[in-house]
């Protein structure tokens, strides 16, 4: 029978999981706990094996290593029935021949109540996701959001601890993909058990996510809270990801006061605070920017800006107007985009236009460093800064 | 919780929404498009069906045929006992064939299309089940003769294994025989229409079954089996029509010892008693059409093509 939320736990934990498809590894000994009552988003390009770990919570994939356990207990080899989760499929997976009614219903026709429990069971359902007066309808007579609903609603019928939600918003389109965004988040607080969301969007997964999990190829970039994975991504990958952030590299010229000055490839010349780590002079160093924190002043033609440090100068290459700010991306000549994202009352107030040479500026102290490769320290490591992240 | 969709309520009001008769401006090309087939069916088909149906009404003797409008013919026929055993020869067998290629077909079409796994290795499978069909219906009916023989292949195998000490007589010129060659020939119109409907079944329904708590016997009854109805419709359709339609089997296979509705009438036809023969035709075109009329009332094949 189906666990009751309150009595069992909703914790999942992933445990070394390996999965391998033949030649091709999906998932390479991956660890994640997911507190119980919490709201994990997993997130990641497409064939990063996030819907992979998914599919191997529910049931649908077995590990080729690892185990997964779900509120302490180990649920490897155990039936769909028995682990307590309920999974929404991405393209909803509606039974086409059976009434939006025996959709709902039929997780408990196969615990075998009697009809009429069943059809009160999913009317009660159904009336919660206001779509009682659909209730005879067939799927395909409904529209997207409302199918997805029935989606959800089926899903729910069996109380179940853990709700694992394959891309449930992909297939809406954008004015019911921010509505249904927010109501999940609504229907997971309010029913205290543990969602576990698989998205490729990233506005998606930090709005909703308690914790966002970013993957790369099979494994972990980040675990960490949404607003973490936005203000403070752990390596170059992330902060690319995720966006909202401009990646800084170069190689350590010196180092003082905790700050380093590194030396772009482009002439340019960063500070990256390095706490207490000593790097090496000339080794590669990385650090992100958010891009709203970045400023854009305009270069008079034929003038020689001024660049010191945390300052490039390059032509606007392409304007977006987001509403609130505006997207300025800047062709840097060789180094990767270098995007600033501009107050609309700024921007407006000194129009830009495309072609146009601008210096970017920020502060040192907006400066985050990053985690790639190993920095080369000149003395003893002073400390674990690099293990601890995430 | 409470998700409100405002659109819900213009969406339903617009399904509801009857469309009206428009001439399309594509309505002529597509006349035209099925004007051929309906010039052949016209010809071929229409008109000779007019002729037996009048045939079937006329008067006859040993030596002519006489234009007439009479019922003696149907008369005849439904007086005749022999009628009636005709009948429940031949429906008995398309009953007993109809079931085990069923069984059969969706069995081997479950197996192609849920348990092989690549598309190549799947067509590669499909392909193979189509390989009897390279040679001709008589070859392969008659093959069956050696091998079931009284002397045949299967009898001396039983007897070298010591399963039995004497052949099995029931194997050859039988009952058994017969629905040997009709299962063997009709099987594949059973597995190809529906290998094609449960190709179409959307795999992630089968997850969401299981997810739900279904085991692999309801994942089949509650998804897999309807989902299917369109192909075991037309598969039905195929092997009864076939069975009810056939003589050649039947008389070759029960070495003359059972006859269908088919093969009495060709003995009519033999025997240039047309009037009669006519008239057993029209009512064996009925009956085949009742009887298709009646899968097609269990499953609107239309309605689930179109969906």
């Known amino acids: 029978m189906a666990p009751s939320a309150s009595a069992a736990s909703g914790e999942v934990a992933v445990v070394g999981v390996t999965k391998r498809f033949g030649e091709t590894t999906a998932v390479k000994d991956l660890s994640l706990t997911i507190p119980h009552g919490s709201y994990c988003c997993l997130l990641g390009p497409s064939g990063c094996g996030k819907t992979t770990i998914l599919r191997m919570i529910a049931g649908h994939e077995k590990p080729t290593s690892g185990d997964i356990r779900i509120g302490g207990q180990s649920v490897l080899g155990l039936p769909q029935i028995e682990r307590g989760t309920a999974m929404m499929f991405q393209s909803y997976a509606l039974f086409p021949h059976r009434s939006v009614l025996d959709n709902v219903a039929f997780a408990l026709k196969m615990r075998g109540a009697s009809t009429a429990d069943r059809h009160a069971k999913a009317r009660e359902l159904l009336t919660k996701v206001q779509l009682e007066k659909f209730a005879d309808r067939l799927p395909a007579q409904l529209s997207g959001g409302q199918q997805q609903r029935v989606a959800l609603a089926r899903a729910l019928i069996t109380n179940p601890r853990v709700l694992l939600l394959d891309e449930p918003l992909s297939a809406l389109d954008e004015y019911l993909r921010l509505r249904m965004r927010g109501e999940l988040r609504r229907v997971q607080k309010e029913l205290g058990i543990t969602f576990v969301h698989v998205t490729h969007t990233q506005l998606e997964a930090i709005a909703v996510a308690d914790t966002v999990v970013v993957m790369a190829q099979g494994h972990i970039e980040q675990a960490a809270s949404a607003r973490d994975i936005f203000v403070a991504p752990r390596n170059a990958y992330v902060a690319r990801f995720v966006g909202g952030q401009n990646v800084l590299s170069g190689s350590v010229e010196s180092v003082m006061n905790g700050v380093a000055a590194v030396a772009g490839k482009n002439g340019v010349r960063y500070a990256i605070p390095v706490g207490e780590l000593r790097p090496m002079r000339g080794s590669p160093l990385w650090g992100s920017i958010r891009r709203d924190r970045v400023a854009i002043e305009k270069v008079a033609p034929g003038a020689k800006p001024t660049t010191g440090l945390n300052a490039v100068v390059g032509e606007v290459h392409t304007l977006e107007n987001q509403g609130s700010y505006v997207k300025v991306t800047l062709d840097l000549a060789d180094s990767e985009e270098f995007v600033a994202h501009v107050a609309d009352e700024n921007f407006f107030a000194h129009p830009l236009d495309i072609g146009e040479r601008v210096v970017a500026r920020w502060s040192a102290s907006d400066v985050k460093l990053l985690e790639d490769g190993p920095i080369a320290e000149e003395r003893a490591p002073a400390g674990t800064a690099m293990a601890t992240a995430g | ?307």
Not at chain 2, 84 to 98: H, T
Not at chain 2, 106 to 131: D, E, K, M
Not at chain 2, 233 to 259: C, E, H, K, P, Y
Request: include cysteine; aromatic fraction near 12%.
């Open chain 2, 1 to 307: 919780m409470a998700i409100v969709n405002p659109a819900a309520d213009a969406f339903a009001a617009s399904d509801r929404a009857e469309p009206e008769a428009v001439e399309y401006p594509g309505e002529r090309a597509s006349w035209l498009q099925v004007a051929p087939l309906v010039v052949v069916l016209l010809l071929f088909f229409g008109l000779p069906m007019l002729v037996v149906l009048a045939v079937s009404f006329f008067d006859f003797s040993r030596t002519e045929i006489i234009p007439a409008f009479i019922f003696d013919n149907y008369i005849d026929l439904f007086r005749s006992e022999v009628t009636l055993r005709l009948y429940a020869s031949s429906l008995k067998f398309a009953a007993i064939v109809w079931a085990v290629t069923l069984v059969l077909g969706f069995n081997i079409a479950y197996f192609l299309v849920f348990h092989v796994r690549g598309l190549l290795f799947q067509i590669g499978l499909f392909l193979l089940c189509t390989v009897p069909f390279l040679t001709s219906n008589i070859i392969r009916m008659i093959s069956w003769i050696p091998f079931l023989g009284r002397n045949g292949i299967f009898n001396q195998a039983l007897q070298g294994a010591g399963i039995t000490s004497q052949p099995l007589e029931f194997l050859l010129f039988s009952d058994f025989a017969v629905i040997v060659a009709y299962v063997h020939l009709f099987t594949l119109f059973m597995v190809v229409p529906i290998f094609n409907s449960m190709a179409r079944i959307d795999k992630s329904l089968l997850e969401a079954a299981r997810d739900a708590g279904a085991g692999r016997f309801r994942v089949v009854a509650e998804v897999v089996w309807p989902l299917s109805r369109t192909g075991i419709a037309l598969g039905s359709i195929f092997v009864v029509t076939l069975v009810m339609g056939d003589s050649f089997v039947v008389r070759t296979m029960s070495g003359g010892q059972s006859a269908s509705v088919v093969s009495a009438l060709q003995n009519e036809v033999a025997a240039l008693q047309y009037p009669p023969a006519a008239a057993s035709a029209v009512i064996m075109v009925i009956i085949v059409t009742l009887m298709v009329a009646g899968i097609l009332r269990v499953v609107d094949v239309r309605k689930e093509l179109a969906g």
